[in-house]
């Protein structure tokens, strides 16, 4: 059990405009002006049967205090307030029951993907900063929260991965979408594309809060539930709010319609935003006390994303990936980038996604240009005309991370090898890890004199070693390889007559030797 809203539960205690200190509107401050009745608000959830207090630090991140002036405050607030919440869960835990602390990362007032104004790397400080401050001040768990652009979280998830490995230790992570009545983020994702985008992520839990209420959770909890190989967690709003901004739903109506999705094994944590006071929390810890939590899905599903997913269980198989946006594929394209007709070739891209692509190649790599400023100019207009997954070709691994940061979902990466060694694969595979993407991993290694394989023991054994390098070593999953026994010799002629059988005998074997992964 979570606990319910701060900012709607303040407004309850009478605060005077002193309280605010000059910066009306701005919550987090009472957690330094007003520590006691935040202190009461974490000690009225943990009475009314929440296990988890979240910190008054929702906006507390350096782009919104901006707009007080109060940028240079960030640590402040998130130290204060999560040092209050930890004294009362401190308090609380030796009563026999214990309380915990759950650091409250709003989506802060940018949008990567739907407004721009910002780059990845400018928002990820801006979340590692907030993260940073919560981490010392002794949360025990981070919550990612009312997300709303896809681009936001993973800036905010690759954050997370900087501040762990700066404090030296990890916490768990729950992130928490927040969808209109469509069952849409605000950046167009539905609930399989926003799993698709962050289940890469070790999360704790991974869910949807804030929205229209209780009522309009079904069908995200239902696709989510189908899918995640996580726990699922909801905390909605006690409905909407009328004209005065009073929310009107009652904790008995709340909590029926939350214990009904419990008792359809559709949650593993509950808790409420706007509106849902500490009633609303007794009355739902009391509806699904006993209820059996929801069990997860025993293996992720092997999903690629745009703003739309694409589950492999889902199609007729093969996938098909598109490849006229491919500067070295196709001399039209090229043309098109050489002369910076950018419309056409977003054009090109739409017209491969009608004629059924479920993938598009995207390969800007050029002697007489400059392919990292192409990705820069291109991707931005591609995404946001096709909401198809995205394969990105090139052996630039900086390429390759521009892509992750602007792509709103799961990337392919294609091509890494073993031609150089294995510091680049390496260094890939930390991307997929930070990022999320599968790796198309192309079967060549070392060997000057036979690095590209004409016969299948040697395709084979190329894959060996990089499964064991890359799941053992790097840590990568199964799923997340996709292996390229490559097909440029085939109709070479000559010495190389039997390379297409070769190559085909490969693909089954590394099939039947590597369940899990896919093949080109």
């Not at 294995?422 to 290694?445: H, M, N, Q, S, W």
Request: charged share 20%; with cysteine; proline share 5%.
């Amino acid at each position: 059990m979570f606990d319910g809203a701060m900012g709607s539960y303040l407004q309850s205690f009478g605060l005077k405009e002193s309280d605010y200190a000059g910066h009306d509107g701005l919550n987090e401050i009472h957690s330094v002006s007003r520590p006691d009745v935040i202190t009461k608000i974490h000690e009225d959830y943990l009475a009314a049967g929440a296990d988890f207090i979240e910190t008054n630090t929702f906006g507390a991140n350096a782009a919104a205090l901006a707009g007080y002036g109060l940028a240079a405050r960030v640590r402040e607030f998130n130290l204060a307030s999560a040092r209050l919440a930890k004294a009362a869960a401190d308090k609380f835990s030796k009563t026999g029951r214990r309380g915990f602390v759950a650091a409250s990362v709003g989506p802060t007032n940018k949008a990567l993907f739907v407004t721009g104004g910002l780059s990845f790397d400018e928002l990820r400080a801006i979340y590692l900063e907030q993260l940073t401050a919560l981490i010392d001040g002794g949360a025990d768990l981070l919550l990612l929260e009312t997300a709303h652009d896809i681009l936001n979280l993973k800036a905010g998830l690759a954050a997370v991965k900087l501040a762990f490995r700066k404090a030296g230790r990890e916490l768990p992570v729950i992130v928490s979408a927040t969808m209109d009545e469509r069952n849409k983020m605000l950046s167009g994702h539905d609930a399989e594309a926003f799993y698709a985008a962050v289940e890469h992520f070790p999360l704790a839990a991974l869910g949807f809060n804030c929205s229209t209420g209780p009522e309009g959770l079904g069908l995200r909890l239902e696709r989510l539930a189908s899918r995640a190989q996580y726990p699922v967690f909801a905390m909605p709003n006690a409905g909407l709010p009328d004209e005065n901004c009073r929310y009107l739903q009652t904790p008995q109506t709340f909590s029926a319609v939350m214990a009904g999705y419990a008792g359809k094994g559709l949650l593993n944590a509950a808790g409420g935003c706007c509106g849902a006071g500490p009633a609303h929390i007794k009355a739902l810890a009391m509806a699904v006390e006993g209820v059996k939590p929801r069990v997860p899905q025993a293996a992720a599903p092997w999903v690629v994303s745009g703003v739309e997913a694409l589950f492999y269980d889902e199609i007729e198989p093969p996938v098909m990936v598109g490849e006229r946006n491919n500067s070295i594929g196709s001399k039209k394209f090229q043309d098109m980038v050489s002369a910076g007709d950018w419309d056409g070739a977003v054009a090109l891209a739409k017209a491969q996604a009608a004629a059924g692509a479920h993938i598009l190649d995207v390969c800007l790599a050029n002697p007489g240009r400059n392919e990292l400023e192409d990705v820069k100019t291109f991707l931005p207009k591609l995404v946001r005309a096709v909401r198809l997954p995205v394969m990105i070709d090139t052996t630039d691994i900086a390429v390759m991370e521009e892509a992750l940061k602007t792509v709103p979902g799961k990337v392919l990466l294609n091509s890494v090898n073993f031609e150089f060694g294995p510091e680049k694969p390496r260094a890939v595979a930390d991307l997929v890890k930070t990022y999320g993407a599968k790796l198309v991993f192309g079967c060549i290694d070392e060997d000057k004199k036979n690095g590209l394989p004409l016969d299948a023991e040697r395709k084979v054994a190329i894959a060996r070693r990089a499964y064991a390098f890359l799941t053992g070593e790097c840590g990568l999953k199964a799923g997340d390889l996709i292996f390229d026994t490559l097909v440029f010799p085939v109709a070479v002629g000559g010495g190389h007559a039997k390379t297409a059988h070769e190559t085909i005998k490969a693909i089954g074997r590394i099939k039947k030797e590597f369940p899990g992964v896919k093949t080109v």
